[in-house]
């Protein structure tokens, strides 16, 4: 049976083999990111003794490409042969991380060094990221859609529970530099997985348009999207947070809570229950609230969940941190996985790659800025109080999308076809 996505794989059972290579690919190197995302910072603290602020700018560089090339990337995805673009920006991350042992054995490493590899990741990402998001749709029909994004959020979540947890145990036992040639290993299993998917077959143009207006149509139809709209704003204050939390999680468990680095990284691993709670109740939640009601009210529990992450000292400390944690991680997977999908099903086949592009050049895009001002925050004020602080852009999640017509629907798709497409406007 064909599916009905423009440039579909053709016949079912074939795009289901395709779906489940492309979910290894993508799972392979998400457990191996996991564990670096303990090491990387565990290597700036416990090698480096880096600075709040060092913290602040090597969490800022791991997100600050979807700033830099975040738009253009939906372009390129578009035009050049994806599989081939994601198996390149595999090498280039592996290579990246490779390099920090190598300059650690010869005592050259630096948090100058961390900063660079963590640029090259993230530019590497973006590409990545908008290849993968744009290649589900043409495997899966639109009724899947869903299902499909919640089981990726979910196996995301499953090496985001076991990762930090065995990173933190891995750090433990051989030190944090040698734990990122693990991250580097999962990177060229992907790359290797990723040899085995078909190219897309998308009809191409005889001379494709001027980039910057590619750009702009993209832009122009989520900017103008009644609905779509603020669901990237949301997003935005979402990934804010999140940028603050990358960059001052670990400062905050090891110079102010004291944690051991194998209970930092279990603590961490709180972030992947949230995950994988939001994804396993997602389709629930939305049956019985609809997707619309769900995004308001997964905003608010967010939000609850900030505020509850930096309260308390000793054990107390402890577990508020994981509760928090794992309350905040559900509300954004909710918010994650009904907007994903919305965007998926309501973009027109030929401009999704930009309107992914877009959404995540803003929303993403955040994540670097919030890590910046919570690096300077933390400087001055510590981490705790900055992560407090933090609680009001999270507030901001929930009444972006009570300021807008989402406070009036049910269901996200309840929203007339004929308003949602602004592109002639």
Same mark, same amino acid.
């Given at each position: $049976? ?79 042969? $994806? ?16 390099? #920090? ?30 290849? *993968? !998001? ?14 499909? *994004? ?89 990934n804010t947070v999140c940028g603050a939390q990358h960059a001052l999680y670990a ?73 928090? *944690? ?9 918010? !994650? ?23 995540? =050049? ?18 001055? =004020? ?14 901001? #999640? ?25 592109? !002639?406007?």
């Amino acid at each position: $049976m064909e599916l009905t996505r423009s440039g579909g794989i053709g016949m079912a059972g074939e795009g289901a083999g395709v779906f489940w290579r492309w979910w290894t690919a993508g799972t392979t190197s998400a457990a191996g990111s996991a564990v670096g995302a303990v090491a990387l910072p565990l290597t700036a603290l416990t090698v480096l003794d880096a600075s709040a602020f060092e913290m602040g700018v090597i969490a800022a560089a791991g997100y600050v490409a979807w700033i830099v090339i975040g738009l253009p990337a939906g372009v390129m995805v578009q035009r050049l042969p $994806m599989r081939r673009v994601q198996i390149c920006a595999d090498l280039a991350r592996a290579a990246a991380l490779g390099s #920090i042992p190598a300059a650690w054995w010869w005592d050259r490493l630096t948090v100058a060094q961390l900063v660079i590899v963590a640029l090259v990741i993230s530019f590497a990402d973006v590409v990545f990221d908008v290849a *993968n !998001s744009t290649f589900l749709p043409s495997i899966v029909s639109k009724e899947q859609l869903q299902s499909r *994004n919640s089981l990726t959020s979910g196996t995301h979540a499953t090496t985001q529970l076991g990762g930090p947890s065995a990173g933190g145990l891995v750090v433990q036992l051989l030190g944090a530099v040698p734990t990122l040639l693990v991250d580097a290993a999962g990177y060229l299993v992907s790359a290797v997985l990723l040899r085995t998917l078909p190219e897309r077959r998308v009809p191409a143009p005889d001379q494709w348009p001027p980039v910057r207006a590619m750009i702009r149509e993209g832009r122009r139809f989520v900017v103008r999207h009644p609905v779509m709209g603020p669901c990237m704003w949301a997003a935005t204050a979402a990934n804010t947070v999140c940028g603050a939390q990358h960059a001052l999680y670990a400062l905050y468990l090891v110079r102010e809570l004291h944690a051991a680095p194998g209970l930092v990284g279990l603590l961490l691993a709180a972030d992947g229950v949230g995950s994988l709670v939001g994804a396993a109740l997602t389709s629930r939640i939305t049956a019985r609230l609809g997707t619309a009601r769900a995004l308001v009210v997964a905003g608010f529990f967010s939000a609850a969940g900030a505020l509850v992450v930096p309260l308390g000292t000793g054990w107390q400390g402890y577990v508020a941190f994981a509760v928090g *944690n794992v309350v905040f991680s559900v509300g954004v997977v909710v918010l !994650s996985v009904v907007t994903r999908t919305y965007r998926q099903i309501t973009s027109p086949p030929e401009l999704l790659p930009r309107v992914m592009a877009t959404v995540r =050049f803003v929303s993403w895009g955040a994540i670097p800025v919030g890590g910046l001002v919570a690096g300077a925050l933390a400087g001055a =004020f510590g981490a705790r109080t900055t992560l407090l602080i933090f609680v009001l852009a999270a507030l901001c #999640i929930p009444l972006v999308l009570l300021a807008s017509p989402v406070r009036h629907l049910r269901d996200l798709t309840d929203h007339q076809p004929s308003e949602a497409r602004p592109l !002639s406007a």
